[in-house]
């Protein structure tokens, strides 16, 4: 268990994908991060956890760019991206994919023209290029030779892969859940789990970010769990640090008791 500040950097000896510095962002009077710093590690899954409303969601749009911090620093891959120009950001964006809850699909168009769209946007291939590329993330995701199939006719677990295949479509090198299993039933819940181990076996020095409330998943798959409790990364570790942790603020995090510092429901 450690938290940055007992960590100096210089004891770090490989590069880590994300570095937070520092960052601080307030929305009208509310400070949602109030100095965050962290390091998430190259090749890793890395869960982010907390209660609701303690800042995960904005936590993964300032890694995305979407948002920006009031102050602090904020590296992508080595790369500074603090006060960076918005095509920095682009080309930074370009490396992260981003699963939505949902999926986000296009109702009106083929799964292979979803899957497509992104690459449409961002890269200039001949068609035979593109139904390759469509075709083989397809088969990634487990849902080969559907590249004709109707957004509509599929399963909710067969959505969540084509939501998959369209997050990769531009083979980024970090791969962002939010909340991929919050209202699902069990049995999707566990096939994105399965999904998010699979992707990260299947693609070499992926490093994957997840933010999740279902504590037991995040134990099972985590690498290293990041814990962002009032604006600050108030612990990370290994899952047994954390199930090991005499911490009152963790210990109930990870039972979800009513009661202790917490002091209301976790979820
Ligand atoms: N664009 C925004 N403008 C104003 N407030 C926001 C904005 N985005 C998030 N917030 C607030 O920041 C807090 C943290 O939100 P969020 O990161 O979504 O929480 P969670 O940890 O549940 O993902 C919430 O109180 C939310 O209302
Ligand atoms: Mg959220």
């Known amino acids: 268990m450690s938290s940055r500040s007992t960590i100096p950097s210089a004891a770090v000896n490989h590069s880590p ?6 960052v ?21 899954i890395s869960f982010i956890i907390g209660r609701s409303g303690e800042g995960k969601s904005v936590t993964i ?10 102050s602090g620093e904020i590296f992508v891959n080595g790369e500074k991206l603090t006060h960076a120009p918005e095509t920095k950001w682009i080309e930074a964006r370009r490396n992260m ?5 949902d999926g986000a699909l296009f109702d009106s168009m083929s799964v292979g023209e979803n899957v497509a769209f992104p690459i449409r946007e961002f890269e200039k291939l001949t068609p035979k290029e593109l139904t390759q590329r469509v075709d083989s993330l397809l088969e990634l995701v487990g849902l080969p030779g559907y590249g004709n199939a109707k957004v509509p006719d599929l399963s909710i677990g067969q959505r969540k892969r084509v939501g998959l295949a369209r997050a990769l479509a531009l083979n980024p090198s970090i791969l962002l859940y939010d909340e991929p299993t919050t209202g699902m039933d069990p049995l999707i819940s566990e ?28 134990l099972r798959l985590a690498d290293r769990i990041f814990f962002l409790h009032e604006g600050k990364m108030y612990a990370t570790g290994r899952p047994v640090d954390f199930t090991t942790s005499t911490d009152p603020v963790i210990r109930q995090f990870i039972t979800g008791s009513l009661h202790g510092p917490l002091g209301k429901p976790i979820a």
Do not use: C, W, Y
Not at 17 to 22: A, P, Q, R, T
Not at 61 to 70: A, E, F, N, S
Not at 198 to 218: C, R, T
């Open 191 to 218: 096939l994105i789990d399965s999904l998010i181990i699979e992707m990260q076996q299947k693609i070499p020095g992926l490093s994957s970010v997840v933010i999740s409330h279902d504590i037991q998943s995040v």
């Open 97 to 101: 994919g981003l699963l939505f809850q």
């Open 17 to 22: 994908v994300v570095v937070f510095n520092d």
């Open 61 to 70: 749009k300032h890694i995305i760019g979407v948002l920006h911090p009031d």
């Open 24 to 44: 601080r962002k307030t929305f009208a009077q509310q400070q949602v991060l109030r100095g965050l710093s962290f390091e998430l590690q190259r090749g890793e």
